[in-house]
């Protein structure tokens, strides 16, 4: 009944930015925290971000100063601004989504399906 829509992705020049886009939408009441994680090839899927309701964030030290997370509560949506693309940000990006859904209590866990950021050298 929860469906995440991530968007933005795609192939760019070492240098330059790309923003993500995760839209939750469905039977949410309330979004606990949105994270953004990622899964290079040969590596370990990491957090690159997240985002508290209250807007509090966090970064991997490998994108601090370069990556920005951000959330549209009233559109249950996070985003990731990415600038300064490296080539080793090359990775598939998946959004990760803790939420209440309506009339239940429980805290529910959602992942999106993943998008592929590649950045060329």
């Known amino acids: 009944q929860v469906q995440l829509v991530e968007s933005g992705g795609g192939l760019v020049q070492a240098g330059g930015s790309l923003r993500l886009s995760c839209a939750a939408s469905g039977n949410i009441f309330r979004i606990n925290f949105m994270d953004w994680y990622r899964q290079a090839p040969g590596k370990q899927r990491e957090l690159v971000a997240a985002i508290t309701g209250g807007g509090m964030t966090s970064y991997a030290d490998s994108v601090k100063g370069r990556f920005a997370i951000s959330r549209d509560n009233a559109e249950n949506t996070v985003y990731l601004q990415m600038n300064s693309l490296k080539s080793e940000d090359t990775a598939v990006y998946y959004c990760?989504?803790?939420?209440?859904?309506?009339?239940?209590?429980?805290?529910?866990?959602?992942w999106g399906q993943g998008i592929q950021v590649t950045v060329s050298s």
């Open positions: 990760n989504v803790q939420f209440q859904p309506v009339g239940v209590w429980r805290e529910d866990n959602k």
